[in-house]
């Protein structure tokens, strides 16, 4: 899913009104910049796959009524992600290092993404397998940020993801899958200008297929016209230093919207660390405005520095629209926001229907997203990380987050949970206080009765799933005991449906 950081502080306005901030490219542009961000490795853990040694689960599992680990029950499954289909599939991606396979040799195969799928809504799911052993012929021994689409249209899946360790470069590969993601084929989108990517995001219309990813200050978009086949690479935007896509959906015109958080320097410290970007890709083409939303200071020092990854705690956002045209943007902040490391919060951004979201003045900030310190979280000092969001009916939204307002002691390694909340008013006014989605599982190390002991990676999904009268939100994310993981300790992807 997805990592970034905000917050509320008084007297101050915290969107961008600036339409000077709209930037729009439609052709390449030069090499990326600066020297430190060129040499940054991807915003990934790190792999001990072999190239072989698969073993093959064969058996699906229910989803009982509450969370449920949906990979190994050995690990090690890192930042899975989500989507949804009104016929009732629900598909679910993360990516698998070797874990532990005292209770399953399944739990010991290499570095691949795995999927799994149900076609009841989320109540059971087949075995999981593997996306895509090989990218058009070339086996790629790491395979990391996963993201899975659904054509609206055509039911088509699409699995993207980075693919690297081959040698020097790393890789953006889009899966394609048309039996409801049973099978699937897999291609190299990217090239020829970016050959060192980072952190792709995808969506897809009837045969138009936009993926974005980032390399240094370099917003790539590559677009398909055939469905995946054949793909044109487009530098749409250099800016900032270090760049990230985190989420992405379809407008009413098929337009695709992509939501970047993006570093200001190479880095990402500071009080003024990061910018949230929106853009737009007009369908059918790679032409592509973007809007400058908001802005934040760096997120606080991850406590297993310096073992995490790039601004671990830092700068992320996500998009969402509704059925009525509206977007929306919720964003991490900081709770001072003139000050890096000061605990975080989500925020949340939002452009109506009918008017020109790429530009910025048409942005408007709605509030504050989560409610961290509803409960515990003495003196607000505990963080709100990673938040997503889905849009519903008209003015309808539902947002999910993870923070360690259960931590006993408040030291951000313990009491961590994720959390959801719904609003019908396009979150001027909320349903009520959150819900916590995460459960207790005694049987993973990484549980606690408080919650889990530290997010599992900074990827975490939402859909929202509409039968007759009733909506309801599946969720998957990442619960682990560190960031490292691993064998000894090895994470696990959570699913949950929730009615809202």
Same mark, same amino acid.
């Given at each position: 899913?997805?990592?970034r950081?905000?917050?509320?502080?008084?007297?101050s306005?915290?969107?961008?009104?600036?339409?000077a901030?709209?930037?729009?490219?439609?052709?390449?542009?030069?090499?990326?910049?600066g020297?430190?961000?060129?040499?940054?490795?991807p915003? /990934?853990? *790190?792999?001990?796959a072999?190239?072989?040694? /698969?073993?093959?689960?064969t058996?699906?599992a229910?989803?009982r009524?509450?969370a449920?680990?949906?990979?190994f029950?050995g690990g090690?499954d890192?930042?899975?992600?989500?989507?949804?289909?009104p016929?009732?599939?629900?598909?679910v991606v =993360?990516a698998?290092f070797?874990g532990?396979?005292?209770c399953?040799?399944?739990?010991?195969n290499?570095?691949?993404?795995?999927?799994?799928v149900s076609s009841?809504?989320g109540?059971t799911?087949?075995?999981s397998h %593997?996306v895509?052993?090989?990218v058009g012929? /070339?086996?790629?021994?790491?395979?990391?940020?996963?993201v899975v689409t %659904?054509?609206?249209? *055509?039911?088509a899946?699409y699995?993207s993801?980075?693919?690297y360790?081959?040698?020097?470069?790393a890789?953006?590969a889009?899966? !394609?899958? *048309?039996?409801h993601?049973?099978?699937?084929?897999?291609?190299?989108?990217?090239?020829?200008e970016?050959?060192?990517?980072?952190?792709p @995001?995808t969506?897809a219309?009837?045969?138009?297929?936009y993926t974005a990813? +980032?390399?240094?200050?370099?917003?790539y978009l590559s677009?398909s016209?055939d469905?995946?086949l054949? =793909?044109?690479?487009t530098n749409v935007?250099?800016a900032?230093?270090?760049?990230f896509?985190?989420?992405?959906?379809?407008d009413?015109?098929?337009?695709?919207?992509?939501? @970047?958080?993006?570093? !200001?320097?190479?880095?990402c410290?500071g009080n003024?660390a $990061?910018?949230?970007r929106?853009s737009r890709?007009l369908?059918?083409?790679?032409t592509t405005?973007?809007?400058? %939303?908001?802005?934040?200071?760096a997120?606080p020092?991850?406590p297993?520095?310096?073992?995490?990854g790039?601004?671990?705690f830092?700068i992320q956002?996500?998009?969402?629209?509704?059925a009525?045209g509206?977007?929306?943007l919720i964003?991490?902040?900081?709770?001072?926001h003139?000050?890096a490391?000061s605990?975080?919060?989500a925020?949340?951004?939002?452009?109506?229907?009918?008017?020109a979201?790429?530009?910025?003045?048409?942005w408007?900030?709605?509030?504050?997203?989560d409610?961290?310190?509803?409960?515990?979280? +003495? +003196?607000s000092s505990c963080?709100?990380?990673f938040p997503?969001v889905?849009g519903?009916?008209?003015?309808?939204i539902?947002?999910?987050?993870?923070?360690?307002?259960?931590?006993?002691?408040?030291?951000?390694?313990?009491? =961590?949970n994720?959390w959801?909340r719904?609003?019908?008013t396009?979150g001027t006014? =909320?349903t009520g206080p959150?819900?916590?989605?995460s459960q207790?599982?005694?049987?993973?190390?990484?549980?606690?009765?408080?919650?889990?002991?530290f997010p599992?990676g900074?990827y975490? $999904?939402i859909?929202l799933?509409t039968a007759?009268?009733k909506?309801?939100?599946?969720m998957?994310?990442?619960?682990?005991t560190?960031?490292?993981?691993g064998?000894?300790?090895p994470g696990?992807v959570?699913?949950?449906?929730? +009615?809202t």
């Amino acid at each position: 899913m997805r990592s970034r950081s905000w917050s509320t502080r008084s007297g101050s306005l915290l969107v961008l009104g600036v339409a000077a901030a709209v930037v729009a490219f439609t052709g390449s542009a030069g090499s990326a910049g600066g020297r430190a961000a060129e040499t940054l490795p991807p915003k /990934v853990k *790190t792999s001990t796959a072999k190239s072989s040694g /698969v073993h093959v689960p064969t058996r699906g599992a229910s989803a009982r009524a509450g969370a449920t680990n949906l990979g190994f029950c050995g690990g090690d499954d890192w930042e899975p992600e989500i989507s949804a289909t009104p016929d009732g599939f629900v598909y679910v991606v =993360w990516a698998h290092f070797p874990g532990d396979p005292t209770c399953d040799p399944n739990s010991g195969n290499p570095n691949r993404i795995y999927i799994r799928v149900s076609s009841d809504g989320g109540t059971t799911f087949g075995a999981s397998h %593997v996306v895509a052993d090989l990218v058009g012929g /070339v086996n790629y021994p790491r395979q990391v940020d996963c993201v899975v689409t %659904v054509d609206p249209v *055509t039911g088509a899946v699409y699995v993207s993801f980075l693919a690297y360790g081959s040698g020097p470069r790393a890789d953006v590969a889009v899966a !394609k899958s *048309t039996d409801h993601g049973t099978t699937f084929t897999a291609v190299k989108v990217n090239g020829p200008e970016c050959t060192n990517c980072d952190h792709p @995001w995808t969506i897809a219309h009837v045969n138009d297929v936009y993926t974005a990813y +980032a390399h240094g200050k370099n917003h790539y978009l590559s677009h398909s016209s055939d469905g995946g086949l054949t =793909w044109t690479e487009t530098n749409v935007l250099q800016a900032d230093t270090v760049a990230f896509p985190e989420g992405a959906v379809l407008d009413s015109a098929s337009n695709a919207w992509f939501a @970047w958080g993006d570093c !200001k320097t190479s880095s990402c410290n500071g009080n003024t660390a $990061g910018d949230y970007r929106v853009s737009r890709t007009l369908a059918g083409t790679s032409t592509t405005a973007f809007a400058l %939303v908001a802005t934040a200071p760096a997120g606080p020092k991850c406590p297993y520095e310096p073992n995490c990854g790039f601004a671990f705690f830092g700068i992320q956002d996500d998009i969402a629209i509704d059925a009525a045209g509206n977007l929306y943007l919720i964003w991490q902040d900081g709770q001072d926001h003139s000050k890096a490391g000061s605990p975080p919060i989500a925020q949340l951004s939002r452009c109506l229907a009918g008017s020109a979201c790429t530009i910025s003045a048409n942005w408007s900030y709605v509030g504050r997203a989560d409610d961290k310190n509803a409960s515990g979280c +003495a +003196a607000s000092s505990c963080y709100s990380l990673f938040p997503r969001v889905e849009g519903g009916s008209a003015n309808q939204i539902g947002v999910m987050w993870m923070d360690d307002r259960n931590g006993s002691p408040l030291d951000h390694k313990n009491g =961590w949970n994720v959390w959801y909340r719904t609003s019908t008013t396009g979150g001027t006014t =909320w349903t009520g206080p959150s819900t916590r989605v995460s459960q207790y599982d005694p049987s993973r190390p990484e549980s606690q009765p408080n919650g889990f002991k530290f997010p599992y990676g900074d990827y975490e $999904g939402i859909d929202l799933r509409t039968a007759g009268p009733k909506t309801s939100a599946v969720m998957i994310w990442g619960e682990g005991t560190n960031y490292t993981g691993g064998i000894a300790n090895p994470g696990h992807v959570i699913y949950r449906t929730l +009615a809202t």
